[in-house]
């Protein structure tokens, strides 16, 4: 299998054509956004929450398995690595004090009185049900500050990663730069260049399979030559994959001219003489019922998904 091919980078699913494919690439962006902005300042449940709607929006769009699962797989695979190491590192917690108290433990107290020692039962019980320290086996320790910060940092990895792996593999990339261009407009007013800020952008998208089959290939090409590393030293393999790099280096500026060149042919110029058409976006039904959707989506975050210090 090829590892590098099959990465979600730039990777666009053109069949089946699911809903989310047929969703306007604008509301497909804010809905980005959304994912990647709302657990700002948010609680472990909501973010939680975040990685639940991914799973079930991809379950529901009917995406074929073997195109999600490898995607989704290694972002649950690096998301549970990021939970088991931030479980048992220290919670920043574990710094030695200056005792309030004297060592001699002569401290005079007050008598405590008849109803001062009748201590209500239910506070009794809650003090002995929490444990600051939920798993303490050996050198492993995990107590509540590391495993809230490990969910928090565990959930965010997944929800950066899956949810732009999710709108790349929906969205093709002229969809991808229409959008961005009819939202970025209002820019123009303050004479921001933004056609020539989505042409790059869609040239950079279609750049990086491009980048992944080069090194792919040059990868391919080094092993095949059985060179016996452990020989060479590390100044000699050093050198060779100096080597690669500047090969890779060359390659990259040969395919960046030929698209020049391509674009050239075209009789492209400038986006004032050559107008840069992508397609007409029109808001249909199930554009608003996701738009619905996501305010919903926002005053639930707002109501519910808020930290409280």
Do not use: C
């Amino acid at each position: 299998m090829d590892l590098l091919r099959s990465l979600p980078l730039g990777l666009y699913l053109e069949q089946p054509q699911t809903w989310l494919h047929k969703l306007d690439p604008r509301v497909k962006l804010v809905w980005l956004l959304s994912f990647l902005t709302s657990y700002v300042v948010a609680n472990n449940y909501w973010r939680v929450l975040l990685v639940i709607m991914l799973i079930i929006f991809t379950l529901f769009a009917k995406i074929p398995l073997r195109v999600w699962r490898q995607q989704m797989g290694w972002s649950l695979v690096l998301s549970l690595m990021v939970l088991v190491i931030g479980s048992i590192s220290p919670d920043g917690y574990s710094i030695n004090y200056q005792p309030r108290l004297p060592a001699n433990e002569q401290v005079l107290t007050q008598p405590s009185t008849a109803k001062d020692s009748k201590a209500s039962p239910e506070i009794e019980d809650s003090n002995k049900e929490y444990s600051y320290m939920l798993i303490h086996q050996g050198p492993i320790k995990v107590n509540r500050r590391s495993l809230d910060l490990a969910i928090s940092l565990s959930t965010i990895v997944f929800s950066l990663i899956y949810s732009t792996n999710l709108y790349l593999l929906t969205t093709a990339p002229e969809e991808i730069t229409s959008g961005m261009e009819s939202l970025m407009q209002p820019l123009r007013k303050f004479t921001i260049p933004v056609t020539e800020i989505t042409l790059t952008l869609t040239l950079s998208l279609r750049f990086i399979p491009l980048v992944l089959e080069e090194i792919q290939n040059l990868v391919r090409s080094v092993m095949t030559r059985a060179i016996n590393w452990k020989k060479l030293g590390l100044k000699g393999s050093a050198k060779v994959w100096l080597i690669v790099i500047e090969r890779l280096l060359e390659n990259l500026l040969l395919r960046s001219e030929q698209m020049a060149n391509a674009m050239m042919v075209r009789g492209f110029t400038s986006p004032n003489e050559h107008r840069v058409k992508w397609q007409e976006l029109k808001l249909k039904t199930g554009d608003w019922v996701a738009i619905g959707i996501l305010i919903v989506f926002w005053g639930l975050r707002i109501a519910f998904g808020t930290e409280v210090s």
